[in-house]
């Protein structure tokens, strides 16, 4: 007589669970495989065409594209206009960056050496706030703020510097009859949508500076400006650099702040949207992208090199 068995049949599952238990790298493959699927083939292929379209040109009797490989497209970039379009994103680019560094360092200090417990949950709070509302929004809600009729402008008139905006607008290199038309007002606008990516990494950078150098700096005899710049900016440069990395990118790369409040093509994104819908030359608006890119490139292997993505 045969005795019942002791424990019930193994499952497909079981057999699976124990496969997966005998070897875990198996289930990491399988794990990581969707995400690297999508990486190599969406992205990483997209950028790959995008590439590939860049050296493709366009037949000046026909429109059409012609698929051969050339140089020629890159070399229009060149061309005064384009070049325009290239150094003036850059220029805007840098200018945002300088500016919300400047303007998040007394934020990130104020929370990363006071702010504690309950405060600190307020900074979080106040500095995610922001991003948690739609990009859009937050862009027509500054296009009402800058127009002529906007709040801005009615403070203005009624505290008695209203002249200060005129003067502002009647600068050469602005030319426009409101902020919200003009690239001083593109520039508060960027400044405004990008600063939360710079407090954070800052902040987190400031946290990390040992508060021993800096009472060692001041047993020294070192005045505050001194242990600042000495002991303090060194130390959080690495923050300022990941805070641009966000900054920088995203400035670079934007055509709806553009659109929506300068009502200019003079931008990299711009210039791609157009070429690529309304003038249908998609070799350059694919070289115009490129740009970008090689920036980006060259930005991350100096900022690497800087210790930037230990702030991150």
Do not use: H
């Not at 493959?29 to 997209?46: D, E, M, N, R």
């Not at 008695?160 to 508060?188: A, K, N």
């Not at 500076?209 to 000495?230: C, H, I, K, N, Y």
């Amino acid at each position: 007589m045969t005795s019942p068995a002791i424990f019930p049949a193994r499952t497909s599952a079981d057999r699976l669970t124990g496969l997966f238990w005998r070897r875990p790298g198996l289930l990491l493959f399988l794990l990581l495989l969707p995400p690297l699927l999508w990486l190599g083939i969406i992205y990483l292929g997209s950028l790959a065409a995008l590439l590939l379209q860049s050296f493709y040109s366009i037949d000046e009797f026909s429109g059409m594209v012609r698929e051969e490989l050339t140089l020629k497209t890159y070399a229009e970039l060149f061309r005064p206009q384009n070049l325009d379009i290239l150094l003036r994103t850059v220029l805007m680019a840098a200018a945002v960056t300088l500016a919300c560094a400047f303007i998040a360092f007394p934020v990130a200090f104020y929370a990363a050496r006071f702010a504690c417990g309950p405060w600190k949950a307020v900074f979080y709070l106040g500095v995610m706030l922001p991003l948690w509302s739609s990009y859009l929004v937050k862009v027509y809600a500054w296009k009402l703020i800058l127009a002529k009729e906007g709040i801005l402008s009615w403070a203005a008139g009624a505290s008695g510097t209203s002249f200060v905006i005129d003067g502002l607008l009647s600068m050469p290199v602005i030319g426009s009859s409101s902020l919200s038309t003009s690239p001083l007002g593109t520039f508060m606008v960027f400044v405004y949508v990008w600063l939360p990516y710079m407090i954070l990494p800052m902040q987190a950078a400031l946290e990390r500076v040992p508060a021993s150098l800096l009472e060692a700096s001041a047993d020294l005899g070192a005045t505050q400006s001194q242990t600042l710049r000495r002991v303090i900016l060194p130390l959080a440069l690495p923050g300022v650099i990941a805070g641009s990395i966000f900054t920088f990118s995203l400035t670079l790369g934007d055509y709806i702040i553009p659109q929506i409040v300068g009502n200019s093509a003079n931008f990299i994104g711009m210039a791609v949207y157009q070429l690529q819908g309304t003038a249908g030359n998609i070799p350059l608006a694919a070289a115009f992208a490129v740009v970008p890119i090689l920036i980006m490139l060259v930005y991350l292997g100096l900022a690497k090199k800087a210790g930037a993505f230990d702030a991150l």
